[in-house]
């Protein structure tokens, strides 16, 4: 190339004869470059996203928690079986049965030909006409003996503790003793003695136990309310009248919780008798229904929380594959960043 202009140094250089020059230096330099970082890898699939743990909460109403039955019947039709149980109450002994492994059809079968006289244990004492001995064998028979923490899903039990009114979830121990504590209708069932304390129905503190199963490690949370509201008619039967009056008196505790679950489910049994167990097939078949009619809710919620879950992986995936491509540029050479500002180096692909 000719140079019109004398006495000025000619600075422009075509792209090839660029590429010479480097590749010169390259050759004459007395020492060799430390190589980059390897560039990193980025791929457009979307990472897995971990899948959203199922948490219900079964609340206490005596022959009334059947309804629960046909709740999980749906929920595992619909492809939404719940990995974690909190049970208060009736919802305790479902809850139990449940999580030792037996699926909505097998608690079904085993709900029709349960005997009522194979859970009550009458013996008059002036802390309850029932003893609770029977329904504590019986859940302990069905989950073959195994504590609680042994159970196929991650169970509690909430029960009342009677000295000071505090809430207890039971996690660890005897399944039958801590169902039996959940379930001791104060006035109908003797309290339980378990270490030093006593305990009585868990309705009377947390009637839903939606925290419960929330800390288990819950991300979506149903509650399935199958309790007494007082609506200005008393129950004929005294399990009924006890029932419908901690009802009363944990509404307010139990409206606060409630407000916390995802989805709440109320199947329509507040026309049964909380002592009818003749009624177990229509509580079931309303527990059916119910959870149906909340299936659209439970579906909007679970692909929300994916989608949120997707959209932190991604950004997560995102920064970290920035960090790594800053990294990269920042270890190159001298002549490797030379290069890179005449585009002649590649080797840190923007991510």
């Keep these: 190339m000719t140079n019109r202009f004398p006495g000025i140094r000619l600075t422009l250089f075509s792209r090839p004869l660029t590429s010479l020059l480097l590749a010169t230096l390259a050759a004459c330099s007395s020492t060799s470059p430390s190589p980059p970082a390897a560039a990193p890898e980025t791929t457009a699939a979307t990472p897995p996203v971990p899948p959203i743990k199922i948490g219900i909460a079964l609340g206490g109403g005596a022959a009334k928690g059947f309804a ?4 999980i019947k749906m929920l595992e039709a619909n492809g939404f079986a719940p990995a974690v149980v909190a049970g208060t109450s009736a919802g305790s002994v479902v809850g139990a049965l449940y999580a030792s492994g037996l699926n909505a059809f097998a608690l079904q079968e085993k709900a029709i030909a349960m005997d009522e006289a194979n859970i009550r244990d009458l013996q008059w004492s002036s802390g309850g006409l029932v003893l609770g001995q029977k329904l504590e064998d ?3 028979e069905q989950v073959r003996h195994k ?6 899903k991650p169970f509690v039990a909430v029960a009342t503790r009677l000295e000071d009114g505090e809430r207890t979830a039971f996690a660890r121990g005897n399944t039958g003793q801590a169902v039996r504590a959940s379930s001791s209708v104060p006035g109908v069932f003797q309290p339980v003695t378990i270490g030093k304390y006593h305990y009585v129905d868990g309705g009377v503190v947390s009637p839903v136990p939606v925290d419960a199963a929330r800390q288990l490690g819950a991300d979506v ?6 309790s007494s509201k007082a609506q200005g008619k008393v129950s004929g039967d005294m399990l009924g009248t006890l029932n419908q009056s901690i009802a009363i008196m944990g509404q307010k505790l139990g409206q606060a919780e409630l407000a916390r679950a995802d989805v709440v489910i109320r199947p329509k049994v507040l026309d049964l008798s909380s002592a009818d167990f003749s009624q177990r097939a229509t509580a079931i078949i309303e527990g ?3 959870a149906l009619a909340a299936m659209p809710k439970i579906r909007e919620r679970v ?3 994916q989608a949120e879950r997707t959209r932190t992986i991604r950004l997560a ?3 970290a594959a920035e960090v790594e491509h800053q990294a990269c540029l920042d270890n190159r050479s001298r002549l ?4 890179g500002m005449a585009g002649l180096d590649d080797s840190c692909a923007h991510p």
């Design 288 to 290: 059916e229904k119910a």
């Design 147 to 152: 504590p609680m923490e042994q159970l196929a």
């Design 138 to 140: 019986y859940v302990n």
């Design 336 to 339: 490797q960043k030379v290069a």
């Design 303 to 305: 692909a929300r929380l």
């Design 221 to 226: 949370v149903i509650a399935v309310d199958i």
């Design 68 to 71: 629960h039955i046909g709740v």
């Design 317 to 319: 995936q995102q920064k």
